[in-house]
């Protein structure tokens, strides 16, 4: 009865509940894991699927920004070029006529 008495007064010890937990684990696993596999797997794909989704719509956005982006620096490029060359030709006017005269007077 002593070792009786040992196991069951041991059950507030550390090592006999671990071993227990373990114990139980051990016998538990093989029926527990098929059951979270069947229902992990669909679980993993939905989640899997969802990410896929949601990168390809965001590189459309990004897409989408980048093109319009793109379009904008063309623009104000554009503006810029525009504004240079009429610039550059009232400068050529003033070189041609330093005090402002025409020949059309």
Known sequence: MALWDNMVEGFGSSWVSS???GVGVALAAPIVAPALAA???PLAKAVLKGGI???DK????????GEQLSDL??????ELDAAAAAARAA???AAAYPNGQSTDS
């Open 73 to 78: 620096v063309a623009e104000v490029r554009a």
């Open 53 to 55: 989704m949601v990168y």
């Open 91 to 93: 400068a050529s006017a």
């Open 39 to 41: 229902v992990m797997r």
């Open 58 to 65: 965001g590189a459309e956005v990004f897409a989408e920004t």
């Open 19 to 21: 071993v227990l937990v």
